[in-house]
């Protein structure tokens, strides 16, 4: 299981980090991915105890390097290979509970503009609905 020596983007494929070794490659050439705090590149030789520190979308994940393998294995021995910062998962879990809290409001958003049933509808509503000022009498 443990080689001298492995490639950065096999390690993280073999590790399950990423689903294809090409997925990993791109994903540290982007700068997504940095070791022992210094930018990386797939070709980057690892060894048990360096330090990874990788973002998957809004996820920050700070990794220790404990075996190496360039060879993807089940989910069990695959989480063998590293083991995640105290830290790490505090703040994964976080954010997991940020996201749970509440809804970016953005979010809601699913299009820019009204859609011809949209714009009937909110006719329709503005039609029936009461206002103070048209009791007024003129």
């Avoid at 699913?110 to 009791?135: M, N, V, Y």
């Amino acid at each position: 299981m443990d080689d001298l020596r492995v490639r950065l983007d096999k390690w993280l494929w073999a590790a399950r980090f990423y689903k294809t070794r090409a997925l990993a490659a791109e994903e540290v050439v982007r700068g997504r991915v940095s070791v022992n705090d210094q930018a990386a590149k797939p070709a980057r030789e690892l060894r048990p105890g360096d330090r990874l520190a990788l973002r998957q979308g809004p996820v920050e994940r700070v990794v220790e390097v404990l075996a190496l393998s360039s060879v993807r294995g089940p989910a069990p021995v695959a989480q063998a290979l590293y083991r995640e910062t105290a830290e790490s998962v505090a703040a994964r879990e976080r954010a997991a509970q940020a996201r749970r809290q509440g809804v970016e409001p953005a979010a809601t958003i699913e299009q820019g503009r009204p859609t011809k049933r949209d714009r009937r509808q909110l006719a329709e509503w503005q039609r029936w609905s009461a206002s103070i000022d048209d009791d007024k009498p003129s």
